[in-house]
């Protein structure tokens, strides 16, 4: 495993940096952040992926949301600007939800696979996750065609109907929409 994947391992055993904590998981800010508010639900329970969760698990999922809405309400944003969920390949070893606010305005934002990883269904939203523990006892993972597919596809606006060539277009096209 190498020292980046196995960066959150290390960040959940810093409490300098937990922003919220319960007995069950800590809320850090993300080090790379994909918007202007990105944090990352992590529990304490040693999970490497949502491929190893089962729905003995939907406990944690719903502390996991709780401390999700905790933050944004600490943070004193609106939840209807946030989107939460897990990514369906993720590259960090260590199981984490991602608190994630929809303007996606970043210097850290800077290729379609970020853009694609957080706005297509490579993204699964907690209820999602929770939805296929309850009736399949576990998370289905995408086959490789398809996370090709879903990490190819052209970028589009989440906020409207916009469809840039590139992701400088887009990011011009996002600062638009703070406006």
């Given amino acids: 495993m190498s020292n980046w994947s196995s960066g959150l391992i290390n960040t959940l055993k810093d409490p300098s940096k937990h922003i919220i904590a319960s007995n069950l998981a800590v809320v850090i800010k993300d080090l790379y952040p994909k918007a202007k508010h990105h944090y990352l639900v992590l529990p304490l329970a040693d999970l490497p992926t949502i491929f ?60 379609k696979k970020h853009w694609n990883s957080f706005n297509t269904r490579l993204f699964l939203s907690y209820e999602e996750v929770c939805q296929q523990l309850k009736i399949n006892g576990k998370v289905k993972p995408l ?37």
């Avoid at 939800?97 to 996606?104: G, Q």
């Avoid at 589009?156 to 929409?177: E, G, I």
């Fill in 52 to 111: 190893q969760l089962n729905a003995d698990h939907l406990s944690l999922m719903e502390e996991l949301y709780l401390l999700a809405l905790n933050i944004i309400e600490v943070k004193q944003e609106d939840l209807n600007n946030f989107q939460i969920g897990f990514h369906n390949q993720p590259s960090m070893q260590r199981l984490h939800m991602h608190v994630i606010s929809r303007d996606f305005v970043s210097d850290c934002l800077k290729t």
């Fill in 143 to 179: 086959t490789k065609v398809e996370l090709q597919a879903l990490t190819k596809e052209d970028l589009k606006c989440n906020q409207c109907s916009f469809r840039p060539k590139n992701m400088p277009l887009l990011k011009q096209h996002l600062n638009s929409h703070l406006k």
